[in-house]
């Protein structure tokens, strides 16, 4: 929070300080999801009861797609909200428990839908499919099984069963690249890894990664890299395209890398104010969306943005396991073993308590999974021994002295409802911790 390495303001200071209420909520409207699930309702809508051209195949297809993504965008509104409207506007919010089970209900739609399908690696990745399908279920029983919040008590081995056996159709289905980069190589689009991913391209929509990167006249000439010579270049070649420098990434998590993991170097740019690589002068740019160069020479920020890949497969199997009583280090050591390469030797993880697994896939999940929109509900999510969310732990987080929430707040593992849809729909009641 605060300035940046290069005196710019940062963006959000209240959310990563975790200062939110109706007033100050972060986030609004919802944000705007209920439009897109508007538009999946009169899809779903229709293919159900018109389209008389469609035959059988064509109409299960197009409803297993269908439903699968508006699982997904109630399943945002659900981690993030709680109980949500589920069936109409301007209505009561359903109860936790009420708007979980839509949601189960929808991916069960989606997945029977999909019955006739076998899931291979061989498709549009920017295509809703069966194998999306089955990671959000796993991801949605995941989150059943461990989160208690209000109007839902978490369900233990039950749901984590349920989770288990969907992963188990995806694992061995996909594979880890090699090389770490290449995930995200704009020339290496639908790869092996990848399961689900948001599409962007030049003439399209591009991503947001420029907020990341460097600008040239607060950068080249004006700081030091490794080798504690000044940067006297365009290093990551950016043709004075990054922008203003709003997202930054501190000491504290750099440094939780091991200087042997490659996706570290991968995912970020180091560099330091000062000559001497103080780490009170350190600075980074995170460099997982800077996208390619067009056939004008000019710098497009069109990387995918992923949302399901098969690392986060792996992963969370190793939490599933690691829930259930198993062992978990297998999973988690297919991840080491490509992040270290030729150095995994010595890297191994062997199994340990639940508490020191479940922050051994956390730690690995961060560095794995750097801007690809996974931390916050991983430390929701995950527990300490206690069954408490890891939001309490501060061995999560970066420095470890001090956790994300403190135990006063546990409200604030979910978000408020920002004051003016309150105005809007007056039988909406304000989610607990946060009324006036």
Not at 339 to 366: M, V, W
Request: glycine share 6%; aromatic share 14%.
């Amino acid at each position: 929070v605060g300035s940046s390495s290069e005196n710019t303001s940062l963006n959000y200071a209240n959310l990563r300080s975790n200062v939110i209420d109706q007033d100050r909520p972060g986030i609004s409207n919802w944000y705007g999801l209920y439009s897109p699930i508007m538009q999946v309702n009169h899809f779903i809508q229709q293919v159900e009861n018109e389209c008389s051209f469609l035959d059988d195949t064509n109409r299960k297809h197009y409803l297993a797609q269908a439903y699968g993504l508006r699982a997904l965008y109630y399943f945002m509104l659900y981690k993030t909200y709680g109980g949500v409207t589920a069936d109409k506007f301007y209505v009561e919010r359903a109860t936790a428990e009420a708007t979980l089970e839509f949601i189960k209900g929808d991916i069960q739609k989606s997945e029977n839908n999909y019955a006739d399908i076998t899931v291979t690696n061989s498709y549009d990745k920017t295509i809703w499919s069966k194998a999306a399908t089955l990671m959000l279920k796993a991801e949605i029983y995941m989150w059943a099984a461990k989160v208690t919040i209000t109007g839902h008590t978490a369900t233990g081995t039950t749901d984590l069963k349920v989770a288990q056996a969907a992963l188990n159709q995806i694992i061995g289905k996909f594979e880890l690249l090699s090389d770490f980069e290449n995930v995200f190589s704009t020339s290496n689009r639908n790869n092996k890894e990848i399961i689900f991913t948001l599409h962007f391209a030049d003439g399209e929509a591009t991503n947001w990664a420029g907020q990341f990167l460097y600008q040239d006249a607060v950068f080249i000439g004006q700081v030091y890299g490794r080798d504690s010579k000044r940067i006297e270049t365009d290093t990551l070649n950016l043709k004075g395209t990054g922008g203003v420098f709003r997202h930054e990434y501190t000491y504290d998590f750099w440094s939780a890398y091991d200087e042997k993991d490659t996706r570290r170097d991968v995912t970020f740019l180091e560099y330091y104010t000062q000559e001497d690589k103080d780490p009170a002068s350190f600075g980074c740019v995170m460099k997982k969306g800077i996208g390619s160069i067009n056939s004008n020479n000019n710098r497009i920020y069109d990387t995918d943005i992923i949302i399901y890949r098969y690392a986060d497969a792996l992963l969370m199997m190793a939490e599933v396991a690691n829930g259930l009583g198993e062992s978990c280090s297998t999973y988690v050591n297919d991840v080491r073993k490509r992040a270290y390469g030729d150095d995994y030797a010595g890297h191994e993880y062997a199994d340990g308590s639940f508490e020191a697994n479940e922050l051994t896939i956390l730690h690995e999940r961060d560095k794995e999974f750097v801007w690809e929109g996974k931390r916050w509900f991983d430390v929701v999510r995950m527990h300490d021994a206690n069954g408490k969310s890891l939001a309490f732990s501060a061995t999560a987080n970066y420095p470890a002295d001090k956790s994300i929430l403190d135990p006063s707040e546990e409200y604030k593992l979910l978000w408020p409802i920002d004051v003016d849809v309150m105005s809007v729909n007056p039988l909406l009641k304000q989610t607990p911790g946060y009324e006036k």
